[in-house]
Structure formats: C-alpha cells, structure tokens
Nanobody, 113 residues
Framework: QVHLVESGGGLVQAGGSLRLSCLAS????????MQWYRQAPGKEREFVAS????????NYADSVRGRFTISTDNAGNTVYLQMNSLKPEDTAIYYC??????WGQGTQVTVSS
C-alpha cells in the first residue's frame, strides 16, 4: 500500500508561486503514473497535471499549461508541482493521486487578488 502526503500549500498573492510536494511512503512511486488534481469550493475535482513512469512524460490541463510544472525526485519518493503566475482561479484543495488508486489528503492553495 502507498500512503501519500501533500504539503506546500498556503496563501499567496496573484502572480506569486508555490511548490507543492507529495511524499509517498510504503514504496516508491516511480513505478506508477502520478497526477495532481484540484477541487475548488462548489466545483468538481479536476485534473491538473500528470507525470508518466518511467520516462517522465508530463501532461497538463489547458488552464495551467505554461504556468505549472510537474516533476519527481530521483529517488522516486516525491512528486512536485511547481506553480508560477498563480491566479485567483487556481484557489482550490490540491490532491496527489497515484494511478494505482491512492489519494493524498490534500493541501489548500489560496490565491488572493
């Protein structure tokens, strides 16, 4: 079993940056595709970004492409989401997800205008 814990969320002004981390325990995450999702108040959870094992090919939602970057560490234990040029509409709870079926508990990102 894999246990995912997100961190790095917080309050930031529009135009600022945050870096989210998702630490996996139990075993390495490098053998599964990893994804970030987000859920804003009153809205459904939506896909943000994914990174595929083993070659690290990344994919992004249109709304974040060019601003967000997904990556993993060399040890295969952590997946990151670098978020730049943040907008108020990026405000949401951000969740890490392993395509083997594991979710993290989420981390709140709030972008003020």
């Amino acid at each position: 079993q894999v246990h995912l814990v997100e961190s790095g969320g917080g309050l930031v002004q529009a135009g600022g940056s945050l870096r989210l981390s998702c630490l996996a325990s139990g075993r390495q995450i490098s053998h599964s595709d990893m994804q970030w999702y987000r859920q804003a108040p009153g809205k459904e959870r939506e896909f943000v970004a994914s990174i595929a094992w083993p070659f690290g090919r990344a994919n992004y939602a249109d709304s974040v492409r060019g601003r967000f970057t997904i990556s993993t560490d060399n040890a295969g234990n952590t997946v990151y989401l670098q978020m730049n040029s943040l907008k108020p509409e990026d405000t949401a709870i951000y969740y890490c997800y392993s395509t083997e079926g594991y979710w993290g508990q989420g981390t709140q990102v709030t972008v003020s205008s």
